[in-house]
């Protein structure tokens, strides 16, 4: 399956800063996904959107999504030293219930 | 919430061996999971889909004779890694689909040495 999109690759920040992580992906989808991914372990759903919905808000995090381009953010307010992780999307496509194909990620550290 | 386990979570074994990953659903029934792979700093990809009562579909590029699955009850389902070579070495991950979202093992690190 083909692979989107994330940019940027890494990004470093200092605690108290926002963290915006951008994904593309390429065919249409049900919903679109972020999760997190601490160092060898397992995976935490953050958010799910759907593709009848632009804007979703989850505590700190704010999840856009535009179909038109393909396209979703993940936006993390006032970033703490535990949010460093990798962060993925991942697209749930019309064809394939629960399928999911996730994108490459991005790995946050964030600097107290 | 839902919960999926994964057994074992770690694993060393010597090359040319089998190796069996049991992923079960404690609290709910799965129909379908799916077994994802994960390279070190990569992200994850789709093996194969298990499928309760039927075969396993596997995507391109994924040797269905080297990675067996079996989807033996609804709560169930095993990869086997056969003859596992020291590239097969990787952090295996299934997954099964609740009404909501995607519930996903902790995974399992496989080491072939």
């Known amino acids: 399956s083909q692979q989107g999109e994330e940019d940027p690759q890494a990004l470093s920040i200092q605690e108290g800063e926002n963290a915006t992580m951008n994904c593309s992906y390429k065919t249409s989808i049900n919903n679109l996904q972020w999760y997190r991914q601490n160092s060898g372990r397992g995976l935490v759903h953050l958010i799910l959107?759907?593709?009848?919905?632009r804007e979703k808000h989850s505590g700190r995090l704010r999840v856009t999504l535009d179909t038109s381009k393909k396209s979703s953010s993940l936006l993390i307010t006032a970033s703490r030293a535990a949010d460093t992780a990798s962060y993925f999307c991942?697209?749930?496509?019309?064809?394939?219930?629960?399928?999911?194909?996730f994108g490459q990620g991005t790995i946050l550290t964030v600097h107290p | 919430g839902a919960v999926v386990s994964q057994h074992p979570s770690w694993v060393i074994c010597k090359s040319g061996t089998s190796v069996k990953i049991e992923c079960r659903s404690l609290d709910f029934q799965a129909t379908t999971m799916f077994w994802y792979r994960q390279f070190p700093k990569q992200s994850l990809m789709l093996m194969a889909t298990?499928?309760?009562?039927?075969?396993?579909?596997?995507e391109q590029g994924v040797e269905k004779d080297k990675f067996l699955i079996n989807h033996a009850s609804l709560t169930l389902s095993t990869l086997t890694v056969t003859s596992a070579h020291p590239e097969d070495s990787s952090f295996y991950i299934c997954?099964?689909?609740?009404?909501?979202?995607?519930?996903f093992g902790p995974g399992t690190r496989l080491t072939v040495t």
């Open positions: 959107i759907r593709s009848n919905e």
């Open positions: 298990s499928n309760e009562g039927s075969k396993a579909t596997y």
């Open positions: 997954s099964a689909p609740g009404s909501y979202e995607q519930y």
């Open positions: 991942a697209t749930d496509a019309n064809t394939s219930y629960g399928k999911l194909t």
